[in-house]
């Protein structure tokens, strides 16, 4: 429920400027997420009466080679897609903004004309390591987990040894992998990314992400807004 309960504080501050949020809710497929956090969420209207919650129907899976529970979120989005248009369709969304799991969504809001901003969950440092994951991938046919000591270098943070990257990110033949590659095309070509952090927290960071640094050649950078 973790990124479910980081994305309520963003339509938090949205609700307070007057305007109505509806937050969707994408279930794990045999998961009774419904019932272990229908009273939280119930909660959190009652509270904030702007902030409604709808949920996706549940979907089944395909076959997913890998082992990291990265995959299986991003797949289920990918999957829940339908479902997230005909909601969408339906109403009169003004703006989408979604988990950067669910980086798929774009391509929803493009073909219904819907502005999309992505919530980055982690700090600047980390989005600049996304953004940068495809120019890493061209420089190098070696996966990480097989690199040793040898460092990663990406603008605006700290070089760090490569077996110190994320699991999913290891193995390059790894399902987990490529689907984190293409994340970054679709943060690139959104209205902007919303992040969670603060620019005196990560001034370096931020500030090279704002410059373009970080992105691949050819793709543009979106504006970056700290919340």
């Known amino acids: 429920m973790g990124h479910l309960v980081s994305m309520i504080e963003p339509g938090k501050i949205i609700a307070a400027r007057g305007l109505a949020v509806t937050i969707v809710v994408i279930d794990l497929p045999h998961n009774t997420g419904a019932s272990a956090t ?11 009466p702007t902030i409604s919650f709808h ?35 339906a109403t009169s969304s003004a703006v989408l903004v979604a988990d950067f799991f669910c980086n798929v969504a774009r391509g929803v809001a493009s073909e219904l004309g819907i502005p999309i901003y992505f919530f980055f969950t982690s700090g600047a440092e980390v989005l600049a390591l996304y953004l940068h994951l495809p120019v890493l991938h061209a420089q190098t046919t070696a996966n990480f987990q097989d690199m040793g000591d040898e460092l990663v270098h990406v603008p605006g943070i700290p070089s760090f040894p490569a077996t110190d990257s994320m699991r999913p990110i290891m193995d390059r033949d790894d399902v987990a992998y490529t689907k984190f590659v293409s994340v970054c095309s679709d943060l690139c070509l959104s209205q902007g990314i919303l992040v969670n952090t603060f620019r005196s927290l990560e001034p370096r960071a931020v500030e090279t992400i704002a410059a373009g640094l970080c992105s691949p050649f ?8 700290c919340i």
């Open 38 to 48: 229908g009273p939280f969420l119930a909660g959190v209207s009652a509270a904030n």
């Open 55 to 89: 949920r996706l129907p549940q979907v089944e899976l395909p076959p997913v080679k890998s082992n990291h529970p990265e995959t299986l979120t991003l797949e289920v989005a990918r999957v829940s897609n339908p479902h997230l248009r005909d909601f969408l369709a």
């Open 218 to 225: 050819g793709l543009p950078t979106p504006p970056v807004y």
